[in-house]
């Protein structure tokens, strides 16, 4: 490595540690801050915000990036040098478009807003969170307009997410899924073989459900040596490192599978971060590539993997074991229980088919309320609205409906049409791993998921950030992201359970 390379990742180090440490200020906040800290955080995480844009964009910055560029331009393009630089000026050209008092308002609203959206949840009062919501958007709308977009504002804001992704790739995306999530939900409620999902709700002992996550996440291969799990309102993964991957999850008494599988989804996530190639460290070539990408990871997991009939073969005398009430049914019971398709109000545990339609919904509030088509006094009624055309169930409540998600409280918008990428993403690579593993399904009846693990750490993980999202799926594949292996997945998978 030259020396203004050096100088440039030396510099950046300081920057990529610092956000580290912000977003350990934001697990906190979601996990063990008492909430009468809300405000003093929100300050903290405002101030560390704008120290790090600051130095982000600063002379010193720009002159250390313009140095390592006349030097990377005679390495390899593909280099680890050439794409930290690239990476680099990329964000950098991003970041110089936002104002440092712009960051900070930002980054305090976005820490407000978590607490607002908490309180309001737990009280079913959208009022209380509307104000808080209007303004986030309204800082949203501002982002995107310092970023620029040519197509559409909404473009802007998923470049954050999934970079070279457009509003019109999404649009297209869901019209292309949503009449085939239809028509498959509809010859499913027509099967003369319905299916039987009571054997997972009952009284589950909360204590014995986190035994049961922790044993089975450890088993797919999360370091817990560099990670742990706790809980919270909405689960998520966040990391300090590759060395810092903290889960959670949520835990329902009278649902033993929102637990299991939303430990199984954000462990997907936690081993891609762990994954990360050590020599990335403290750059910006560390972690995942994009959320598109990253969702893959935690639906494959959560769905391919874990909702598959040889994997509730390997796990059910495990959950037997910690959940004695399981005693009365079979594996294959349990199999066809978590796979039980039927209209939900909950994101998180929506089955595989409805799943993109509770993202769809999601897409287009997003993009009414940024350009003034919806208002948001009225987001409780266009959300049932759309429930009731999509899936045909109404929420009784808004902590059913409109606040289930954190994402709007935490300024992620842009970030839902991730989820449905994902889905098509896992999909692609879980046909080209069982290729190249003829055994696999065996190997997870066995619990040995070291194939699975390995066949993602050396085509995905290994890659770090290096890589676009879209020269990960094709060097992964071998072809470009194409939504045929996701169709068929879904197809023959609920063809078998339902007898279509």
């Not at 930290?84 to 976005?110: C, G, N």
């Not at 309102?233 to 599988?261: E, G, I, W």
């Not at 300024?411 to 839902?416: Q, R, S």
């Not at 676009?468 to 998978?493: C, H, I, M, Q, W």
Request: proline share 4%.
């Amino acid at each position: 490595m030259s020396e203004n390379i050096q100088n440039l990742r030396d510099y950046f180090a300081r920057i990529v540690r610092m956000g580290e440490t912000v977003a350990t200020l934001f697990w906190d906040q979601q996990t063990y801050m008492p909430v009468g800290a809300a405000h003093a955080r929100a300050e903290q995480i405002s101030v560390m915000s704008e120290l790090i844009h600051q130095m982000r964009t600063n002379d010193t910055a720009y002159n250390l990036l313009v140095k390592a560029e006349a030097e990377a331009g005679s390495l390899d393009p593909d280099s680890d040098d050439a794409r930290l630089v690239a990476l680099t000026r990329k964000h950098y050209d991003r970041m110089t478009k936002l104002p440092s008092e712009f960051v900070a308002e930002l980054s305090r609203q976005q820490a407000l807003g978590h607490e607002v959206w908490v309180a309001a949840r737990k009280e079913n009062d959208f009022a209380k969170f509307a104000p808080t919501l209007e303004r986030i958007f309204e800082l949203t709308r501002q982002k995107a307009e310092y970023f620029g977009y040519k197509d559409h504002i909404y473009s802007a804001l998923l470049d954050e997410y999934e970079t070279d992704t457009t509003y019109t790739d999404v649009v297209n995306v869901f019209t292309e899924m949503k009449p085939y999530a239809v028509s498959l939900a509809h010859a499913i409620a027509g099967s003369k073989n319905p299916v039987d999902a009571s054997p997972i709700s009952g009284d589950f002992d909360i204590a014995k459900q986190r035994e049961l996550t922790l044993k089975v996440v450890e088993k797919l291969g999360f370091d817990f040596h560099c990670g742990r799990q706790d809980e919270a309102a909405h689960p998520f993964c966040n990391n300090a490192s590759r060395y810092d991957v903290r889960l959670t999850t949520r835990f329902d008494r009278k649902y033993m599978a929102q637990a299991l599988y939303a430990s199984l989804h954000e462990a997907g996530h936690g081993m891609y971060e762990q994954g990360s190639p050590e020599r990335f460290e403290g750059t910006v070539l560390a972690g995942g590539t994009s959320l598109g990408v990253h969702e893959s990871q935690s639906r494959m997991w959560e769905n391919l993997v874990g909702r598959s009939r040889n994997f509730c073969k390997w796990v059910f005398p495990i959950v037997k074991e910690y959940l004695p009430q399981m005693e009365n049914t079979t594996a294959e019971g349990f199999y066809r229980a978590v796979n039980k398709v039927e209209p939900s109000f909950i994101r998180v545990e929506a089955d595989e088919v409805t799943y993109n339609l509770h993202i769809l919904l999601r897409f287009e509030i997003e993009c009414g309320l940024l350009n003034g088509e919806i208002a948001f006094k009225d987001v409780p009624e266009v959300w049932n609205a759309k429930m009731q055309e999509y899936l045909g169930i109404t929420p009784s409540t808004d902590s059913e409906g409109c606040l289930q998600d954190v994402h709007w409280s935490e300024g992620l918008i842009g970030y839902f049409p991730t989820y449905t990428l994902g889905n098509l993403i896992s999909a692609q690579m879980f046909h080209k791993l069982r290729t190249a593993h003829p055994n696999l399904d065996a190997e997870i009846e066995q619990g040995n998921f070291t194939s699975v693990l390995g066949w993602l750490r050396e085509n995905v993980h290994g890659y770090g950030a290096k890589f676009f999202p879209r020269e990960v799926v094709l060097k992964a594949t071998g072809e470009p992201l194409n939504s045929k292996y996701y169709v068929d997945y879904l197809n023959n998978k609920f063809s078998d359970i339902y007898s279509l």
